[in-house]
């Protein structure tokens, strides 16, 4: 999506731990392979419990890669459904600079290509990141 650069500190974590807790089940998979053939006694609870814990491990990692998505998709649209919708000033904008504007009773970091004052009404005609572009009504 257009201005997402930032990744929540969790998540990567929480994948690098997943992806690491991963790769130690599949380490224990293959022993325990080693072990069932080796010795067909006591190795099989080995593999299953390690591909139970790797079937698991995949369902987590397919499980938040697809809720973060959904998540950043949600918030892209909610931002671009404010295109249209009316503000207030509320820290001048000089001509090609940046102010504040209030919307939906949050403030927002606003441009503009003219000078607009403090509480003048604007209107949004595009979101780039979270930096509203606005124009004077």
């Known amino acids: 999506m257009p ?16 992806t690491g807790l991963a790769l130690v089940c599949m ?62 000033v509320k820290s001048a904008i000089p001509a090609h600079g940046k102010g504040v504007v209030l919307v939906r009773d949050e403030l927002w970091s606003a441009t503009s290509s003219s000078d607009l004052p403090s509480g003048s009404m604007v209107n949004i005609v595009k979101i780039e990141g979270i930096l509203l572009h606005v124009e004077g009504i």
């Open 3 to 18: 201005g997402s650069r930032n990744v929540g500190r969790f998540g990567v974590i929480g994948l690098t731990f997943i």
């Open 27 to 88: 380490v224990s998979l293959i022993i325990g392979y080693i072990r069932v053939i080796d010795n067909e006694e006591g190795g099989g609870t080995l593999v299953t419990v390690g591909l139970l814990l790797l079937l698991v491990d995949i369902a987590l990692v397919v499980g938040l890669a697809t809720t973060r998505a959904e998540r950043v998709k949600k918030t892209y649209h909610r931002l671009q459904a404010m295109v249209g919708e009316q503000g207030v």
